[in-house]
């Protein structure tokens, strides 16, 4: 009897449960103002549920089996002037673990200049709730802030655009070398 006793004991042993572990490739999906979709790889121990914080934003698969499993997140297109922000969460036993979702603004105001500087600087804006995206003209993109400044490889032909909500007037600090200023979408 003592014998299958100290049989059982490591047997007994390897059957504690293992904590529960929710592992993603990416810990936060930035979406465009359109909508869209976007894949989310994920690795659990156990079966697993997913939630959404926000009726804009939808997940396929909404559960699964332990292992590995990729899920779409799929947001509505962002008609606002505001860049609005959500999650997912994947529950695996009492853990639980979450994904942010960004969605950039739509920004209906568009200013265009033309220039040939080696760097700009970007107009200065005024408006209430202003946000904005500044698209260089040489494949750089950034969010809108003031002072800001982008210096190029060299000179040349560039046409940067500000994508911009909120905004009532913009001043630009020095037209030397600027072609083109069209405001018609502004």
């Given at each position: ?15 504690e449960r293992e904590e529960p572990s929710v592992n993603f490739d990416v810990a936060t999906l ?88 080696a760097s700009f600087k970007a107009p200065s804006f005024t408006g209430s709730g202003m946000t ?55």
């Amino acid at each position: 009897m003592m014998g299958l006793m100290v049989l059982l004991t490591p047997a007994l042993l390897s059957c504690e449960r293992e904590e529960p572990s929710v592992n993603f490739d990416v810990a936060t999906l930035d979406m465009k103002a359109a909508g869209g979709s976007q894949t989310v790889n994920l690795t659990t121990n156990y079966d697993w549920t997913a939630t959404t914080s926000d009726p804009w934003l939808q997940v396929s698969p909404a559960s699964g089996k332990k292992g590995t499993a990729s899920l779409t997140v799929r947001a509505d297109a962002n008609d606002r002037s505001t860049l609005r922000r959500g999650s997912v969460t994947i529950t695996c036993r009492d853990l639980t673990r979450s994904i942010s979702v960004n969605q950039q603004p739509d920004l209906p105001q568009s200013l265009v200049i033309k220039h040939g500087n080696a760097s700009f600087k970007a107009p200065s804006f005024t408006g209430s709730g202003m946000t904005g995206t500044v698209l260089w003209g040489d494949g750089a993109e950034e969010t809108y802030r003031s002072g800001l400044i982008h210096t190029y490889a060299s000179a040349g032909n560039y046409s940067v655009e500000i994508k911009t909500a909120g905004a009532y007037s913009f001043k630009v600090e020095s037209v030397a070398g600027v072609t083109e200023i069209d405001f018609l979408n502004f």
